[in-house]
């Protein structure tokens, strides 16, 4: 028989050349990604740009979704497909992304009413203001970057998110274990926003606790992205209208 990893260290009963298939996964696969972007973010001594919004959405979202894929296949040895935990059907996974919309949208409100208040005057980084304006003095981008783009960004998001819980719940598939998985995956995902401000970064913390309880309870990807997707797409036409 071969040698397995004891359950007392709370890591699953897997071969361990299985176990560093999912860390080195997790290394490769998304540490980079978020690494980068938080760095960055700390780093930038200049306003957010639109060029290098666009920039993410279109060369790094794409390189992000490849390199994930790539790694699943050829590295962990599994089908994309599995990244669903659960079977489900086209008809059910649209019903899921309508109620997790509504859930989305509900959270926000609440959450950016009440953060409000102990982060006052704790708005977002003007130069995102400046960005959103530009965008909608663009009809042209307007239209590519909610057709398109954002749908890039919010697979990529939701892949990266997926990605990561399954392989940690691969490791630690323990009720405290996946616990310990969902905030951490929460915690990275607010932390690449930081450039929105305090109380953004706590909102997509939330939102990103959310979409992982909801990865965790139901198994599925496809309605995470689409209501990611749906809701960044009604955030940036609605501030659109609001700026004409």
């Given at each position: 028989?071969?040698?397995?990893?004891?359950?007392?260290?709370?890591?699953?009963?897997?071969?361990?050349?299985?176990?560093?298939?999912?860390?080195?996964?997790?290394?490769?696969?998304?540490?980079?990604?978020?690494?980068t972007?938080?760095?960055?973010?700390?780093?930038?001594?200049?306003?957010?740009?639109?060029?290098?919004?666009?920039?993410?959405?279109?060369?790094?979202?794409?390189?992000?979704?490849?390199?994930?894929?790539?790694?699943?296949?050829?590295?962990?040895?599994?089908?994309?497909?599995?990244?669903?935990?659960?079977?489900?059907?086209?008809?059910?996974?649209?019903?899921?992304?309508?109620?997790?919309?509504?859930?989305?949208?509900?959270?926000?409100?609440?959450?950016?009413?009440?953060?409000?208040?102990?982060?006052?005057?704790?708005?977002?980084?003007?130069?995102?203001?400046?960005?959103?304006?530009?965008?909608?003095?663009?009809?042209?981008?307007?239209?590519?970057?909610?057709?398109?783009?954002?749908?890039?960004?919010?697979?990529?998001?939701?892949?990266?998110?997926?990605?990561?819980?399954?392989?940690?719940?691969?490791?630690?598939p323990?009720?405290?274990?996946?616990?310990?998985?969902?905030?951490?995956?929460?915690?990275?995902?607010?932390?690449?926003?930081?450039?929105?401000?305090?109380?953004?970064?706590?909102?997509?913390?939330?939102?990103?606790?959310?979409?992982?309880?909801?990865?965790?309870?139901?198994?599925?990807?496809?309605?995470?992205?689409?209501?990611?997707?749906?809701?960044?797409?009604l955030?940036?036409?609605?501030?659109?209208?609001?700026?004409?």
């Open positions: 028989m071969p040698t397995t990893i004891s359950e007392s260290s709370g890591i699953s009963r897997a071969k361990p050349v299985r176990v560093r298939v999912q860390l080195l996964a997790v290394l490769l696969g998304v540490l980079p990604l978020y690494t972007l938080i760095l960055y973010q700390l780093r930038r001594d200049e306003p957010l740009s639109l060029e290098g919004f666009v920039f993410y959405l279109a060369v790094i979202s794409p390189v992000a979704i490849v390199i994930a894929f790539l790694l699943l296949r050829f590295l962990c040895k599994e089908n994309p497909r599995d990244l669903n935990l659960k079977p489900g059907k086209l008809k059910s996974d649209l019903l899921a992304t309508l109620i997790l919309i509504l859930v989305i949208l509900v959270f926000n409100v609440v959450s950016n009413h009440f953060l409000a208040k102990p982060f006052p005057g704790a708005a977002s980084d003007p130069s995102v203001r400046n960005l959103f304006e530009n965008l909608a003095s663009n009809p042209g981008l307007l239209a590519l970057f909610v057709s398109l783009l954002l749908l890039l960004g919010a697979i990529s998001e939701e892949l990266i998110r997926v990605f990561l819980l399954s392989r940690l719940w691969k490791l630690w323990s009720a405290k274990g996946k616990a310990v998985a969902v905030v951490i995956s929460a915690c990275l995902f607010g932390l690449i926003h930081v450039y929105r401000g305090p109380i953004h970064v706590i909102w997509t913390a939330v939102f990103g606790l959310l979409m992982a309880l909801w990865y965790l309870r139901f198994g599925r990807a496809v309605p995470l992205i689409l209501a990611h997707y749906v809701t960044n797409a955030q940036v036409v609605v501030f659109a209208i609001l700026v004409q």
